[in-house]
Each structure stands twice: as structure tokens, then as C-alpha cells.
């Protein structure tokens, strides 16, 4: 007897996180891009004094955390949607936006969970090639057609660490039908914000109306918060009406609602964690050109570097010697390894690690 698995989804690879070599006592994982300065003193205090209430499920709307944002967007609750990690969001669009043959656009060399979950639901990628390791929009534009249902732009992109321009981006976003729901990956924003030329306006889009732009965010990298998985959407009511349709119930806990409200107003926290990120930025600039490498300039807290051969090859040498690190040719930059940014000792160890390894 045969079981009914969908031809689609059995061709997925399962995910398996990278299996340790005997020998390695001490690992150091740079494959997450999470914060080395580990999570929000603030939203440390809230989970203590939130953890005897676990027995009680979540507000399952998130209303708290959705006012909070709100008040700080210049937004009001109905523009925003909670998820478990913004990741959640792309499964959820992707589940209530698309029918089975249905065209998805992207860049190739982009987040790779777009492609596996328009891989998921039986819907057709169209990969736009990147210019210079950032989105072409004229080209993703271009690439639109009739059975084109959703566009994916990931700014700041992973994994080569790429803006989009502003200007292009406005000019990107009257190009495409408003019938074409356009969603703007914006994970790693607080990285980019301070940067003149990065297109932070999609909330300023919004307070304007636009109803097929959808904003994901998330607390999991300079809230320091990636093991509690909040991410949100930011959309037009009548999308998050919508949207919120797929969504399970209690998909944020208890406690990750809690954290992620004290997170929001520590201020404090985020300047040390974007300073900490500055210099080690520096530091990785200045040692991979010691080395002779190549990399991308980054606008966020993670870089991809050219190792000259297939990543694999590369990340594997570096997991034999504790380091866990992400080969890109997968995900269409090939030749590529992207680390996170650790501690300034963690970040001294790798840089030595990936000498040894290249040269």
C-alpha cells in the first residue's frame, strides 16, 4: 500500500541541523545570525516573573504586543499580525494566498524558505537573478505576468546582507499590479534603518493605504529573542483580516508575548547590540581583507564571503574545527559561506579558522 505523501513535498529535503564531528568538544554556531549579546535584560525580567502563569494559554490574538506596536509604527492593531517567527507568516501566505500552479517571483540568492514553501503548497517559482548581490527590481518587474499571485523582496536580504535602494523600491512597487500582493522581508530592518539609502518606508507605505504591501519583521535578531520564535506581519487591514484566517490559535506563547513586549522598550538594549554589531562588522572587514577574501558588504549581522569553491566544501572544514556556518550555493550564491557575528573571542576564533581553511 502506498501512502498518500504529495509528489511535491516528498522531493523536499527534510531540515537536519549540521551533525558534529567525534573529537569537536567545543562548538560555536554562527549559522543563525542571533545576537552574541543574547536577549533584552528587560525581556529577561518579564519571562521571570511571567513563568508561573504558563499553565494559562496565551492571549490569542497577541493584543498587548499588537497595541505596542501600533503606538510605536504609527499603525493601529488592525495593521499588524503576531506569528511564531516572521518565517511563519511566509508558510501562512504562501498557504492562504496561492492555488497549485500559481507563479511566485523572487530573486535567486535570496531566503531560502520562500522557495520551499511555494514549494510546499504546488505553486511555480520564477527565480530573478540578482545584480551585484542585490534584488533587480526592474527585472523582478519584468518577470511579472499573468499568473503571477505573490512577490518576495528580502531587505535587508539573506543571505548576502544587500539593500534595496529606496527609489528603486518606490518605483518597484508602482510597477507592480496592485492586485499582486508584494511582501517585503524586513527581518534584519534595525541593522539598515540608520543607512540614507535603504528603503525603510514600507510603514510610511502603509499609513498611506497601499493595500498589496506586506511588511514582515521580527524580534529574533536584535531583540536577542530567536528561541522564544516572535515575528510579525504588517499589512492593510483587509490582508491581516484575512491572513489571520490560516492562522492557528495560541501560535505565540505566553511567555514569547510577555518577552517580546519588554524587548520593545528596551531602547538601551538595541543601542548596545547595533554598536556591538558595528564593531565586529569592522573587524571582520578589515581581517577578511588580511586574508585576500572576498566578501559582500553587509547591512547586517551576518556576512557571506567568497571562498573560491563549492561553500560546502568550506563550512564542512569549519564545522570539523567547532564552527557551524551556512554554505549559500544553495540558495543561489554559490561559492559562498555566510557567518553570524559572535563575541569579539568567538569572532577572533573563526577569523583564524577560516584562514586555515582557505589558504
Partial sequence: MTLPFKSHIAKLPAYKP??????????????????PLGPSPKAMAALQAAVGTV?????AS?????????????????????GNGADEWVLLLCLSLLEPGDEVIMAKGSFISYLLRVIEVGA????????????????????????????FV???????????????MEVFLERVPERIPVVVDEAYYEYAVADPGYAGRSVDYL????????????FSKVYGLAGLRVGYMLAGEEMIDYAERARPP??????AQVAALAALDDDEHVRRS?????????????????????????????????????????????????FITTATDGWGVPNHVRFSFGAPEENAAFIAALGETVN
Fill in 18 to 35: 549540521p551533525a558534529v564531528p567525534p573529537g569537536v568538544e567545543r562548538v560555536i554556531d554562527l549559522s543563525s545570525n542571533e545576537n
Fill in 55 to 59: 499553565n494559562r494559554y496565551p492571549d
Fill in 62 to 82: 497577541s493584543m498587548a504586543l499588537k497595541v505596542a506596536l501600533a503606538e510605536r509604527l504609527g499603525l493601529i492593531p488592525g495593521n499588524i499580525g503576531l
Fill in 124 to 151: 511555480k517559482l520564477v527565480q530573478v537573478p540578482m545584480k551585484d548581490h542585490t534584488h533587480d527590481l526592474e527585472a523582478m518587474a519584468d518577470a511579472v505576468g499573468d499568473k503571477t499571485r505573490l512577490v
Fill in 154 to 168: 528580502c531587505n535587508p536580504n539573506n543571505p548576502t546582507g544587500t539593500v534595496v535602494n529606496a527609489d528603486a
Fill in 207 to 218: 499609513r498611506d493605504g497601499r493595500k498589496n504591501l506586506i511588511v514582515l519583521r521580527s
Fill in 250 to 255: 495560541f501560535n505565540v506563547n505566553r511567555l
Fill in 274 to 322: 547595533l554598536e556591538s554589531n558595528e564593531a565586529a562588522k569592522r573587524f571582520f572587514y578589515r581581517e577578511l581583507a588580511a586574508l585576500g577574501l572576498r566578501y559582500i558588504p553587509t547591512h547586517t549581522n551576518f556576512m557571506a564571503v567568497d571562498v573560491g569553491r563549492p561553500g560546502s566544501e568550506v563550512s564542512g572544514s569549519l564545522l570539523e574545527r567547532g
